[in-house]
């Protein structure tokens, strides 16, 4: 028996040499994407941006906390413009101070341990996203606070009387979630 697809060669005919193997493959079968290590925090750019009141925490992705702070940075601000007294107008740089201050705190303390320090404000977990959320949320934010006066009349007078309700408030709030936190669970160790 005779195999037909070998080619017979001729004694005094040369062929091209074999073409190599083509060369191993230099990666491994892919892997499933890990989440990448998120980059650190500049303390110094959010104090900076911290100099109007949430856009440091803007910047940690602190999104709920820089609403409280921008949120209260405004009620000053209309305060101030409406009252007699000396208390609103004094309290925003003390407000901006500490809007400074929080939010270098809380980029070391992203940085170290990958989680915000938890205060006056709780704690909330740092939103990742991409930049173009965060720079549409800051937009939005600055361009609310700068047409707010053209569009909307919000009179606010009444709280020149009654500021001190927010801090009865505040205080009562903060008494809630103390002990709220202290409470036992329900279930374990009850007598049926």
């Known amino acids: 028996m005779t195999d037909t697809n070998v080619n017979p060669q001729t004694p005094g005919a040369s062929y091209p040499a074999p073409a190599p193997p083509p060369p191993p493959v230099a990666y491994g079968p892919a892997a499933p994407l890990s989440p990448s290590a998120p ?39 209309s305060l101030a413009g409406h009252s007699h007294g000396p208390f609103p107008g004094i309290a925003i740089p003390f407000w901006m101070v500490f809007s400074i201050i929080d939010a270098s705190r809380q980029a070391k303390a992203i940085n170290a341990t990958g989680r915000p320090e938890a205060n ?6 740092p939103v990742r996203v991409s930049g173009s959320l965060t720079a549409g949320v800051l937009l939005i934010l600055i361009g ?19 500021w001190p309700v927010l801090l009865v408030a505040f205080g009562a709030w903060q008494v809630f979630r103390h002990f709220q936190g202290k409470r036992p669970d329900s279930g374990e160790g009850s007598v049926p």
């Open 39 to 77: 980059l650190p925090k500049n303390p110094g750019a959010a104090g900076a941006l911290g100099i109007i009141p949430g856009m440091g925490h803007l910047y940690l992705g602190l999104y709920q906390r820089a609403a409280i702070l921008f949120g209260i940075w405004v009620l000053f601000i």
């Open 120 to 125: 006056v404000l709780g704690s909330d977990e």
């Open 144 to 162: 609310g606070f700068l047409l707010l006066d053209r569009f909307v009349t919000i009179d606010l007078s009444f709280l020149n009387d009654w």
